[in-house]
């Protein structure tokens, strides 16, 4: 009988779907220290980003042969020891698209349009005061850095809301550039010419810290810097002098080099800074149809052999950690 791990972050249903196949033995996992003491034993492991799959972990594992994880990320599992070790890994890629999308353009949009800010100010009694006259988005030029999924449906919404967008992405054709009237410009001419810039890459060893000082420099001090992607994509002390200094105008981030973030972090004292705790997947549509899909790959998988979304080795996004 195969032992299946999974998470009890995914929705009933699909954990559900999984007892109903008599040939699985279902454990249902709490937290890392129970996937750390199950996974030895499991052909199947179906996980959330918030599970590590390191090295040790794999190399006890013998009879793993899947690892299933319902998200768009992965760098929470050594895949290149995967590889090693003929175990397979698939993942979700779709499922948070619109989600993260729309949180990013919310970002934006609160900063624009100084919407924490008029709470705040309205809670206080105060009614429209001054300091509440804000921008438009419309009109304005984004930056995309990584103009995969996430990229390119912001790129459409900013697009309907009148914004210009350039991207810059060397592993993306040029004619996907064409598709979406998206001008391809260079890391730093994007910096340098952007309004908001607002990042959708993985976190590869290309990407690690790819905002930080030297490359900071070349923004402009009206820029509004947007980070949904992964924390470690920004090297943090340098953003933090450089809004400390108002270098650029205001980051709205919503992921952070160490999660949760930490609670004295210096991120927090600052005014130009809006701060979600990672929850560009938090919505209910992407909770549901990222646990149903990761199923539905594994159920695949026991079934037919077939692999759904493997993740995209090809592109030699070496993991860094
Ligand atoms: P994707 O794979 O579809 O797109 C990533 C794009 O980045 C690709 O087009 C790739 O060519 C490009 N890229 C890779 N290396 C690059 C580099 N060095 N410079 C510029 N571009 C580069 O991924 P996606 O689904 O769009 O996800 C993007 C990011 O968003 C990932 O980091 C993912 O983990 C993150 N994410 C975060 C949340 C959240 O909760 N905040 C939710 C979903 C996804």
């Given at each position: 009988m195969k032992v299946i791990l999974v998470y009890n972050g995914y929705t009933p249903k699909s954990i559900a779907m999984l007892k109903s196949n008599r040939q699985l033995k279902v454990i249902v996992y709490q937290n890392q220290k129970e996937f750390d003491q199950y996974i030895s034993d499991s052909t199947i492991v179906l996980i959330r980003s918030n599970t590590q799959v390191h090295e040790k972990l794999i190399l006890g594992a013998k009879n793993l042969k899947l690892v299933v994880t319902?998200?768009?990320?992965?760098?929470?599992?050594d895949y290149s020891c995967c590889m090693k070790n003929n175990i397979k890994v698939l993942y979700?890629?779709?499922?948070n698209v619109q989600s993260a999308a729309e949180l990013t353009i919310g970002h934006m949009l609160n900063i624009s349009r100084k919407l924490t800010q008029a709470q705040t100010s309205l809670f206080n009694d105060r009614w429209r005061s001054p300091d509440l006259f804000a921008s438009n988005l419309g009109g304005k030029n984004l930056g995309i850095v990584g103009l995969g999924r996430i990229g390119q449906k912001v790129t459409q919404i900013a697009q309907a809301i009148g914004m210009k967008v350039a991207a810059y992405d060397p592993y993306i054709e040029h004619s996907m550039f064409q598709a979406l009237n998206v001008e391809p410009q260079g890391f730093m001419e994007l910096l340098r010419n952007s309004d908001v810039l607002s990042l959708h890459v993985p976190l590869t060893k290309e990407t690690f810290e790819m905002i930080n000082a030297k490359t900071l420099?070349?923004?402009?001090?009206d820029l509004i810097l947007i980070n949904a992607s992964r924390g470690q994509v920004i090297r943090e002390p340098d953003l933090i002098q450089w809004l400390q200094k108002k270098k650029i105008k205001a980051a709205g981030l919503d992921v952070y080099h160490k999660e949760p973030l930490v609670k004295d972090s210096e991120l927090k004292q600052l005014k130009n800074v809006f701060l979600t705790p990672?929850?560009?997947?938090?919505t209910e549509e992407a909770y549901v149809e990222a646990s149903e899909d990761a199923v539905a790959k594994a159920l695949r998988f026991i079934d037919s052999g077939e692999l759904r979304d493997e993740l995209p080795l090809d592109q030699a996004w070496a993991k860094f950690l």
């Open positions: 319902a998200t768009s990320g992965f760098d929470h599992i979700t890629p779709n499922a420099v070349e923004a402009n001090t990672h929850i560009g997947a938090f």
